[in-house]
């Protein structure tokens, strides 16, 4: 039989108001009256009806977060985090999958799911200005990621280009010379584009040449595309001393390729990745990576939402995460033996 606020307030000898506020976590509750009640709760072991809470508000209880890339490892990381940081406000999270493809992302955005959420989170590749310009669902809207839109919607983000730079910083203060970039994507990706844009900054500013000889552009953002392209960059006879490349997956398959071509890592060619993935930190060499800080995105956004959501929110804002370079075996070599 399900307990109930009543069986609660008469096992702990208050009235259903008062135990009402301390299941909504009201602040006017004294310490003494909210332990006394959160005993009785979890000696009757009390779960509340979120479903009724959010109904009785006009709500459904429910957000959207919709990423081009599920079985990319940054975007489930990303995901779980995110439904971490909804569950403590006591929201589920509904997944879309857009492939980043524009026309379902301009779905999504338009209120595919109108009806069942609450707010959207959205991740968008392709989607343009335009897109979210003519946009009239009112149903609150977050952005993820470097698509910069001037528009009055909430965006979270990391600064690609700053990260980018602090990445070949790192190769270049360890005296590589030759740092190759690998997964400049054919396309419009923004992302890839700002990542370029700091690998050229940061080689210019330790008067390093920017060849483009060096530069790889890959189709996809997998283990095959970043063998594939460190392949193609060593048939041409050129030799890297680094590789900065554009996400961890990509890195791991170069230093996969490199493997293959007898090249040691990071002996003969020092690689960094980027997003801190768990795959990178378990290899044989464990990976040097760009980490974002996914969890504090995912609050970020979770808190930006359900503040349109309620009706609390200010102007909209552009909020930059942070991020630190990670420092592993790929660049730094095995520690010494004990």
Known sequence: MRVSL??????????????????????????????RVQRAIDELGYRPNLTARHLRKGRTGMIALALPELGNPYF??????????AAEHDYIVLLDHT????????????????????????SPIELEAEDLSDRTENVPLVLLGERHYDLPYDHIA????AAARLAVRHLTGLGRREVAFIGARRGN???????????????????LSCDDGL???????????????????????RRPDAVFAYNDPVAIGAMRALSERGLRVPEDVAVV????????????VTLTSVSPDKEAIARLAVESVLARVSGEAAAPRRVWADYRLIERESTLGRPAPR
Not at 158 to 161: F, K, L, P, S
């Open 215 to 237: 530069v790889a552009t890959t189709d996809g953002w997998g283990h095959a595309d970043g063998a594939a392209a460190m392949h193609r960059i060593l048939e041409t006879g």
């Open 158 to 161: 990391i600064d690609n280009v």
């Open 76 to 85: 489930a990381e990303l995901a779980a985090a995110v439904i971490d940081a």
């Open 273 to 284: 990745g980027f997003d801190d993935v768990e795959e990178g930190r378990f290899g044989t």
């Open 99 to 122: 492939g980043g493809r524009r026309a379902q992302e301009v779905l999504v955005s338009q209120g595919f799911r109108a009806r069942v959420i609450d707010g959207l989170i959205l």
């Open 189 to 207: 990706s923004r992302p890839a584009e700002l990542r370029v844009r700091g690998w050229r900054e940061e080689l210019s500013a330790a008067g």
């Open 6 to 35: 009543k069986d609660v307030a008469a096992h702990a000898g208050v009235s259903i108001k008062t135990v009402s506020n301390v299941v909504n976590n009201y602040q006017h509750v004294t310490p003494e009256m909210r332990d």
